[in-house]
């Protein structure tokens, strides 16, 4: 696995994780609850962003995600 792939894959689970403590554990307009809003969105943007650079994996198959596949080669 490229340390591309592993990173965008660290990132996007990173998110997950915070997404899900956002929605069910944290309480809303706290310290806390903005300062782990703020690092979801540049886990996303990172897991949106890296996927334009990951093409295909060892197989042929295209490892991107659904949005990034129609952009240019």
């Not at 340390?3 to 990173?14: E, M, Q």
């Not at 949106?48 to 991107?64: D, Y």
Request: aromatic share 12%; hydrophobic share 50%.
């Amino acid at each position: 696995m490229s340390p591309l792939v592993a990173t965008h894959a660290f990132a996007a689970g990173f998110g997950l994780v915070i997404g899900a403590w956002q929605l069910f554990l944290s309480t809303k307009g706290s310290t806390a609850h903005r300062v782990a809003g703020r690092a979801w969105v540049v886990a996303l943007l990172y897991v949106s962003v890296s996927s334009f650079w990951i093409r295909k994996s060892a197989t042929g198959r295209s490892a991107s995600c659904m949005c990034s596949r129609w952009s240019p080669s």
